[in-house]
């Protein structure tokens, strides 16, 4: 082999190793990256007749399990959606209050029939009059909070997927972009390995968002469909869209509130189910309204058997206890948990939760007759509050004739959503149910978040043990590098001694 020879073999070593040299450190600089794939670069020794020619160096590769990568990306639109479930319930859980404490709905109306109670001792006392009045403005502040609660949770929810739209359609248009350098890098050769790797972090994040995954096509791009089969665009030209709407009791989903538009369509309901914005909408349209219809109910039963008895203690913020019957059957009193108050009459006068308010014609189906105290009346006046702590806090309307029936399918605006839990008969099972049922519907979200994590982490170092960066093997292959490094900077060394000796010796005998 002449000199000229082994200085470009070593030469050609040498840029290899300088090759090498920035491909582990480029991997080195991504190992926390959670979607970074490993990157390789190959070489083949060069061999004419025999005799070695140096090395050729490829383009630079990767290896990744596909199978693992996609369980990943779904595990990841799962742990998204418990998270933003958790927290946007969280202000509404801490609104429930603890059954047994002085916040929680149970205890509210228990502390009122407590004050009946009392009452009932000394139906004349003004001091206990009041404390009946203050324990219902108190149950009326708990009714409204909770459903303010529920109208901020929507809002919040609404106003996280006009976001997440916006960064899903940010990652979508990195996805396309990065398509096209990839069929063209393909086509000419090139390596995609790092525009692969750049493609796999923007479809990281669009698995958190929709739990969506990729389907790679013949030319090296991909397309990304959900799990309800919607291919998202990666055009922005074709860009999904959404209209911030502003939430309240009424506001529903298909109706007030817009929907997620890609090309003119509605794709709403291909977005739910996974993700974060599966989750916001599942918040918004269904859990949430849910919730509000279970209060309304509870609100209007509350306010309608305490009427029914002769006292209209709760009346909305015309002064009314609005009607069952509507059509959808809450259509007169969707929203009322957040406006029901005490009768103002009875604020001015107390003394009415004593002697009541309201003439009844007794019924056969509904309550008896009752006359209120006229204000010449005995002062120990106690049958109003005998029908109160026997009828309206108990399961019959009159004795042997139940209360109606509390409604637990049919709810909303649009009478499409259902509770999930049997007829309460009392207004005090009411509540307990209500909070225990939601209360364990939040609950069940942050029971499943710490699974589904500690999946997604195990499917992470899955992933990064087989496909991403391992430090050790990294400084494993420098070191090696460096010693092959030496090896041709000696070679190249020698070359030039042995040229600067030719190059002498030949000017010393010219």
Known sequence: MGLESA???????????????????????????????????????????????????????????????????????TVSALQTTQTTLQPVSAALGTPGQS???????GSLQNAFSALLGTPDS???????????QTLASGINALSNSYTSARQSAENDLVSSVGQLNSALSTIGTLNNQIVAATASGQSVADL?????????TVSGLTGAQAIPQSNGSILVATANGLVLPTNSASALSITPATMGPNATYPGSIPGIMMGGVDVTA?????????????????????????????????????????????????????ASGGTPPQANYVGFASEIQVNPAILANPALVTDGTTAITGSATGATSF????????????????????????????????????????????????????????????????????????????????????????????????????????????????????????????????????????????
């Not at 190992?31 to 050729?56: H, I, N, R």
């Not at 003004?126 to 219902?136: E, F, I, R």
Request: no cysteine; hydrophobic share 40%; glycine share 10%.
């Open 270 to 322: 291909q977005l739910s189910g996974s993700g974060q914005i599966g989750a916001d909408i599942q918040l918004r349209d269904t859990t949430l309204p849910t919730y509000q219809g279970e209060l309304d109910e509870f609100a209007q039963n509350t306010a309608s058997r305490f009427s029914a008895q002769g006292l209209t203690l709760f009346t909305n913020a015309s002064g009314a206890v609005p």
């Open 126 to 136: 003004a001091a206990l009059q009041q404390q009946v009045v203050t324990s219902a």
């Open 371 to 510: 006359t209120p105290n006229p204000t010449t009346g005995p002062a120990g006046f106690t049958t109003l509050i005998s029908r109160v702590l026997n009828y309206t806090f108990g399961a019959d309307v009159q004795a042997g004739v139940a209360q109606p029936a509390s409604l637990t399918t049919s709810l909303g605006p649009a009478g499409n959503l259902s509770a999930p839990y049997p007829t309460p008969g009392t207004i005090s099972d009411f509540a307990a149910t209500l909070v225990a049922a939601q209360a364990s519907d939040i609950n069940t979200a942050t029971t499943n978040l710490a699974p589904a994590q500690s999946l997604q982490t195990t499917l992470q170092s899955a992933f990064t043990s087989g496909s991403g960066v391992n430090i050790d093997t990294e400084m494993a292959n420098m070191v090696q590098l460096q010693n092959a490094y030496g090896a041709n900077a000696r070679i190249m060394e020698a070359v030039q001694t042995m040229w600067s000796d030719l190059l002498n010796f030949t000017s010393m005998i010219g």
């Open 103 to 109: 916040g929680s709905l149970s205890n509210l109306l």
């Open 196 to 204: 692969q790797n750049q493609r796999d972090a923007a479809m990281q």
């Open 7 to 77: 200085l470009l073999i070593s030469g050609g070593g040498i840029n290899n190793i300088s090759a090498q040299f920035a491909l582990i450190a480029h991997n080195v600089a991504n190992a926390g990256t959670a979607a970074y794939a490993s990157e390789t670069l190959p070489q083949q020794s060069l061999t004419a007749d025999g005799v070695g020619l140096g090395v050729q160096t490829g383009v630079a590769t990767r290896y990744v399990n596909q199978q693992l990568q996609s369980d990943l990306w779904s595990q990841n639109g």
